[in-house]
Each structure stands twice: as structure tokens, then as C-alpha cells.
């Protein structure tokens, strides 16, 4: 059984750097990518980047592909996430989860199945 856990976040000043950590254990064969994904207060869940599985290829989200990494460590299992200037707007709920999208470009949710509790980002002075 697939399971995904956060951590690393916290209270950050604006202008610093943060990487978030994804431990995934009982990962099988029929996955096909990892995704990044956050929700600010009061608004909708918002797709960051995904990796391919197969080959560690990322796909990062247009809107911060200038301040975002994603990476991995298949020796400790783990995903990373890399997000440098954060900016107040950046404040929310990270999430890390493993689907089988039709399209690394594109996000739809049902294709993620197997997601993470999330874990808190705040951004402020």
C-alpha cells in the first residue's frame, strides 16, 4: 500500500528558501508520476510540477517555474520540493502525492490517487 508523508515546512521570511521532503514507501510498478501540489486559504488546490517516475523528468507549472525545483533521492525514497523567493502569496498547505495523469502537462485530480496529509507553509515577517 502506497503512502506519501510531508514535512518541512513552517514559518519562513519572505525572500528565503524552503525544500519541503516526501518519504514514499510501498510504492508499485503502475505509477506513473509524483506531484506537488499546495491550497492557500479559502482557495481551490493548485498544481505545482510533477516528476515522471520512469526517468525523473520534471514538469513544472508555469507560474513558478523561475522558483521551483523538484527532485528526488530514490536511495531514501524520498521526494523533494525547492521553492526559492517566497513570497507572502505563497503561504499554504504543501501536498506530495503519486498518479497515473494521461499528461505530465496537464493536472486532473482524479489522477492523483494516493496523496499526503500536507504540510503547512507560512510566509511572512
Known amino acids: 500500500q502506497l503512502q506519501l508523508v510531508e514535512s518541512g515546512g513552517g514559518l519562513v521570511r519572505p525572500g528565503a528558501s524552503l525544500r519541503l521532503s516526501c518519504v514514499v514507501s510501498?510504492?508499485?510498478?503502475?505509477?506513473?508520476?509524483f506531484g506537488w501540489f499546495r491550497q492557500a486559504p479559502g482557495k481551490e488546490r493548485e498544481w505545482l510540477g510533477c516528476?515522471?517516475?520512469?526517468?525523473?523528468?520534471?514538469y513544472r507549472a508555469n507560474s513558478v517555474k523561475t522558483r521551483v525545483t523538484i527532485s528526488r533521492d530514490n536511495a531514501d525514497n524520498t521526494l523533494f520540493l525547492r521553492m526559492d523567493n517566497l513570497k507572502p502569496e505563497d503561504t499554504g498547505v504543501y501536498f506530495c502525492?503519486?498518479?497515473?495523469?494521461?499528461?505530465?502537462?496537464?493536472?486532473?485530480?482524479?489522477?492523483?490517487?494516493?496523496w499526503g496529509q500536507g504540510t503547512q507553509v507560512t510566509v511572512s515577517s
Open positions: 510501498g510504492l508499485s510498478s503502475d505509477y506513473l508520476a
Open positions: 516528476m515522471a517516475i520512469a526517468d525523473g523528468s520534471t
Open positions: 502525492a503519486a498518479g497515473r495523469p494521461e499528461s505530465m502537462w496537464e493536472y486532473v485530480e482524479s489522477e492523483y490517487d494516493s
